[in-house]
């Protein structure tokens, strides 16, 4: 009689991978559905597909899935939003993120579903359009909620901690999307002025969350390509968020450029992601940047590589540290130009 092989493999992680298409798709169309609006106090499935006009079996199965993913909780035959939901899901919530998740998935799709082609041939011609103004208007407001969710006040609570901080009198946040780290940071400050550099559609943006947060005043914007044209001198500090990646293949000439602009003992600050691992960790990040991996866009950084430019191009100091953000851990890397 021939006998069942005798295995002792591993394989649950398998299959949390192929549900992980699931996941995503309850997300996504929860969030399509506004179904969170409407789950501040328990309901029943009835009662959301009444307000949702939906079919209430399947929106039955849709707040299940939800709540199997700890999303919701369900007590009772009734349906509520967790307390970390409520929060960043509730589309009047002012750290609402549903319409960046929406944007990164709806980004991510057309690529990843052509894997197998671009696996055997290479990304299609013309597959990545990084010009388009419009899109960097829509990921600027998609990104904004993130920022103000808490990373932004995170930030700017560790770089007033740093040496000088309080004497600093300007600052420069390069590539600043929304603006919201830089009106962060010159909130800790009882004067500091702060200018936002970013894209012409971008600022636009950014220019509209300086009125919300009253910083006109102190707070200004400034169009253009950061790689391309001048950035301006004399700052006391300059921070990057997760931009420098558009000029990781000329990055020396960049560092260079920012060291420039910074007044003698001036401090750049960068908060980048850092592979490791031989580039396979943080798993977050790998598979969060695999639409641009697969569009031909290799822009990661590796961990240490920008504080080693850093000292390349004549910083008299550089200190390196690791933070958490929601998203990822991330290299918070602090650089002072000498006196």
Same mark, same amino acid.
């Given at each position: 009689?021939?006998?069942?092989?005798?295995?002792?493999?591993?394989?649950?992680?398998?299959?949390?991978?192929?549900?992980?298409?699931?996941?995503?798709?309850?997300?996504? =169309? @929860?969030?399509? *559905?506004?179904?969170?609006?409407?789950?501040?106090?328990?309901? %029943?499935?009835? $009662?959301? /597909?009444?307000?949702?006009?939906?079919?209430?079996?399947?929106?039955?199965?849709?707040?299940?899935?939800? =709540? @199997?993913?700890? *999303?919701?909780?369900?007590?009772?035959?009734?349906?509520?939003? %967790?307390?970390? $939901?409520? /929060?960043?899901?509730?589309?009047?919530?002012?750290?609402?993120?549903?319409?960046?998740?929406?944007?990164?998935?709806?980004?991510?799709?057309?690529?990843?579903?052509?894997?197998?082609?671009?696996?055997?041939?290479?990304?299609?011609?013309?597959?990545?359009?990084?010009?388009?103004?419009?899109?960097?208007?829509?990921?600027?407001?998609?990104?904004?909620?993130?920022?103000?969710?808490?990373?932004?006040?995170?930030?700017?609570?560790?770089?007033?901690?740093?040496?000088?901080?309080?004497?600093?009198?300007?600052?420069?946040?390069?590539?600043?999307?929304?603006?919201?780290?830089?009106?962060?940071?010159?909130?800790?400050?009882?004067?500091?002025?702060?200018?936002?550099?970013?894209?012409?559609?971008?600022?636009?943006?950014?220019?509209?969350?300086?009125?919300?947060?009253?910083?006109?005043?102190?707070?200004?914007?400034?169009?253009?390509?950061?790689?391309?044209?001048?950035?301006?001198?004399?700052?006391?500090?300059?921070?990057?968020?997760?931009?420098?990646?558009?000029?990781?293949?000329?990055?020396?000439?960049?560092?260079?450029?920012?060291?420039?602009?910074?007044?003698?003992?001036?401090?750049?600050?960068?908060?980048?992601?850092?592979?490791?691992?031989?580039?396979?960790?943080?798993?977050?990040?790998?598979?969060?940047?695999?639409?641009?991996?697969?569009?031909?866009?290799?822009?990661?950084?590796?961990?240490?590589?920008?504080?080693?430019?850093?000292?390349?191009?004549?910083?008299?100091?550089?200190?390196?540290?690791?933070?958490?953000?929601?998203?990822?851990?991330?290299?918070?890397?602090?650089?002072?130009?000498?006196?």
């Amino acid at each position: 009689m021939k006998k069942l092989p005798d295995l002792n493999t591993r394989i649950d992680h398998l299959y949390d991978i192929i549900n992980g298409y699931t996941e995503t798709q309850l997300l996504i =169309t @929860a969030i399509e *559905l506004n179904v969170f609006d409407y789950l501040s106090s328990p309901q %029943s499935a009835e $009662t959301v /597909a009444s307000r949702l006009e939906t079919h209430p079996v399947y929106t039955q199965y849709l707040l299940d899935g939800l =709540t @199997a993913l700890s *999303l919701l909780d369900k007590k009772n035959g009734c349906y509520s939003n %967790s307390p970390d $939901t409520q /929060a960043v899901l509730h589309s009047q919530s002012p750290a609402y993120q549903g319409k960046a998740f929406s944007m990164m998935h709806q980004m991510s799709q057309t690529v990843l579903r052509d894997m197998g082609h671009i696996v055997r041939f290479g990304p299609r011609e013309g597959s990545v359009d990084i010009s388009d103004e419009a899109v960097w208007e829509s990921y600027a407001r998609s990104m904004a909620n993130y920022e103000r969710g808490g990373t932004a006040q995170q930030m700017a609570a560790r770089i007033s901690q740093i040496q000088g901080f309080s004497s600093f009198k300007n600052m420069l946040d390069l590539g600043g999307g929304p603006g919201l780290y830089c009106i962060a940071i010159v909130a800790e400050h009882h004067n500091m002025q702060g200018v936002i550099f970013d894209r012409p559609a971008v600022v636009k943006v950014a220019d509209e969350f300086i009125a919300e947060y009253e910083m006109t005043d102190r707070v200004t914007t400034m169009a253009g390509d950061y790689i391309k044209d001048p950035i301006g001198e004399n700052y006391d500090l300059i921070w990057a968020s997760a931009t420098l990646n558009f000029a990781r293949f000329d990055l020396k000439n960049m560092l260079e450029k920012i060291y420039h602009a910074l007044k003698p003992g001036g401090v750049f600050v960068s908060l980048a992601d850092g592979l490791t691992h031989e580039r396979t960790r943080p798993k977050a990040y790998v598979l969060g940047c695999m639409s641009w991996m697969f569009s031909g866009q290799d822009l990661m950084f590796n961990r240490g590589e920008i504080a080693e430019t850093m000292q390349r191009v004549g910083f008299s100091s550089v200190e390196s540290e690791t933070v958490k953000t929601a998203m990822m851990p991330m290299e918070l890397d602090i650089a002072r130009k000498a006196l």
